[in-house]
Nanobody
Framework: QVQLVESGGDLVQPGGSLRLSCTAS????????VGWFRQAPGKARERVACISVGAATTHYVRSVKGRFAISRGTDKKTVFLEMSNLIPEDAAVYFC??????????????????????WGQGTQVTISS
């Protein structure tokens, strides 16, 4: 199992931008579909975006579509989540995930947790003026 480390979370004003990184501390991410999830205080963890192996397809939940962009780094070890036009509802801890039960076909983000999945420790995004 690959070990994941998220970074890039920060305090930003509404309307601001951030780039989150998900980096494999061992191994590479190019053979995994990768998903971003988030969890705000008192709320359930929710899917945000995913990218397929080879970056052929991506998918975004409706609330972030057009504002967030997921991509793979050329180093094969990193997946980015570019976030723009941030709103207070985007404030959460963001996690990246790999799992054999995570696939990202066109128009869908399918996830079924297995014992072989990996989650990072999360990175905090705070939105405040």
């Amino acid at each position: 199992q690959v070990q994941l480390v998220e970074s890039g979370g920060d305090l930003v004003q509404p309307g601001g931008s951030l780039r989150l990184s998900c980096t494999a501390s061992s191994g590479t991410l190019d053979s995994y579909a990768v998903g971003w999830f988030r969890q705000a205080p008192g709320k359930a963890r929710e899917r945000v975006a995913c990218i397929s192996v080879g970056a052929a397809t991506t998918h975004y939940v409706r609330s972030v579509k057009g504002r967030f962009a997921i991509s793979r780094g050329t180093d094969k070890k990193t997946v980015f989540l570019e976030m723009s036009n941030l709103i207070p509802e985007d404030a959460a801890v963001y996690f990246c995930v790999t799992d054999p039960g995570l696939i990202c076909p066109a128009g869908n983000f399918q996830y079924s947790r297995t014992q072989f999945g990996s989650w990072g420790q999360g990175t905090q995004v705070t939105i405040s003026s």
